[in-house]
């Protein structure tokens, strides 16, 4: 069975930090590209970062280059996402997600697995 769980999230002031995990298990994961999504209440869940299966290749939604990394350990069978700078906007449910490598759109919602989310709140 495969699951996808992330932790990390929490509350911080803005221009504060939080490091987010994204660890799978059942599924061979070095073969796997993964993405981090965002939803904010009342908003479409939205592309923030991926990560292609080797890691050679990353992806960044435009508010957050320069600010949140996305990087990976196959050995671990984890993907992190480094938020820095971080702004109200921001605020959100951050989601992880899997999908087998060489597949297309790793900016779109087509993945396979998905977590259930953890909460990230930027606020003073």
């Known amino acids: 069975q495969v699951q996808v769980v992330e932790s990390g999230g929490g509350s911080v002031q803005p221009g504060g930090s939080l490091s987010l995990a994204c660890a799978a298990s059942g599924l061979a994961f070095s073969w796997y590209d993964v993405g981090w999504f965002r939803q904010a209440p009342g908003k479409e869940r939205g592309f923030v970062a991926a990560?292609?299966?080797?890691?050679?290749?990353?992806e960044y939604e435009d508010s957050v280059k320069g600010r949140f990394t996305i990087s990976r350990n196959n050995a671990k069978n984890t993907v992190f996402l480094q938020l820095n700078s971080l702004r109200p906007e921001d605020t959100a449910v951050y989601f992880c997600?899997?999908?087998?490598?060489?597949?297309?759109?790793?900016?779109?919602?087509?993945?396979?697995?998905w977590g259930q989310g953890t909460q990230v709140t930027v606020s003073s």
């Open positions: 997600a899997a999908k087998p490598r060489y597949s297309e759109g790793l900016r779109t919602t087509a993945y396979d697995y």
């Open positions: 990560i292609t299966w080797s890691g050679g290749t990353t």
